[in-house]
């Protein structure tokens, strides 16, 4: 995906086959189908505790949003959809003007947009502090700056966007608590006051709509997986995706 896929799509798909023995897992399908890709060892081995202190706090209401940023919106969106609870996962960019709110725009990556992903939740079914746990734990690598995988660039950055004050308080105790559980710093960044912008549709509902395409099994697909293991209380099989015109 992106400038770094595009230009290095033989790259990536050598890096499969390659890496297949490593990377992979092959798990047996419904009718003994396709291979199901495994998380990779590092991801397996990152447990991030229960929120605790403001970051347990639940919202009021019947519906509350935030905008993560982590990485291609690919992967964030398709895991958000599999999240009980989330009612609208919508990928698009956040942090720049509206002139530069468009791909073509942004992949400079010179804009102060990063790709990011808008969710809107019930808080009766899944709190704010569950969607930080999601979001740390198999959504993206926060100790990556201005990085994700094999993307690289400011679009590319860890971020959270919310102009609520105390999903804001929550997220600076939960990074706080969590710090202690990476080899490296948290380096995800706070923001407010910006305009979401949803992207192209055909970045909408990719990892639903494209789930054997090379990118999405080798980087993506694992995280949805993670998501199943790790947090099966909160995982649906169906994913919430965006109505498309």
């Known amino acids: 995906m992106k400038m770094s896929f595009e230009q290095g799509i033989a790259?990536?798909?050598?890096?499969?086959?390659v890496g297949a023995l490593v990377?992979?897992?092959v798990f047996a399908g419904p009718g003994g189908g396709a291979a199901a890709p495994r998380a990779m060892a590092s991801e397996e081995g990152r447990v991030l505790p229960i929120p605790g202190g403001e970051a347990a706090y639940k919202d009021a209401g019947t519906q509350a949003s935030v905008v993560f940023a982590g990485g291609c919106f690919w992967g964030v969106q398709g895991v958000f959809q599999h999240v009980k609870g989330v009612s609208n996962a919508v990928s698009g960019y956040i942090g720049g003007d509206a002139s530069t709110a468009r791909y073509e725009k942004i992949a400079s990556g010179t804009t102060g947009h990063a790709e990011a992903v808008?969710?809107?939740y019930d808080p009766r079914q899944v709190s704010y502090g569950q969607l930080l746990q999601v979001f740390f734990s198999v959504a993206h690598?926060?100790?990556?700056?201005?990085?994700?995988?094999?993307?690289?660039g400011s679009q590319y950055r860890s971020a959270i966007f919310s102009d609520d004050a105390r999903q804001q308080a929550a997220t600076r105790?939960?990074?706080?608590?969590?710090?202690?559980a990476f080899d490296a710093p948290v380096v995800t960044e706070l923001g407010q006051g910006k305009r979401f912008f949803p992207a192209e549709g055909y970045h909408q509902n990719y990892m639903a709509r494209h789930p054997q395409a090379a990118y999405i099994r080798y980087y993506d697909a694992p995280k949805l997986l993670a998501l199943q293991q790790r947090f099966p209380q909160l995982y649906r099989r169906e994913p919430v995706l965006v109505p498309m015109k």
């Open 23 to 25: 990377a992979f897992t």
């Open 118 to 120: 808008r969710v809107d």
């Open 173 to 180: 105790a939960y990074i706080a608590q969590i710090g202690g």
């Open 11 to 17: 790259a990536a798909a050598a890096a499969l086959v």
């Open 141 to 152: 690598d926060p100790t990556q700056l201005n990085r994700q995988g094999p993307d690289r």
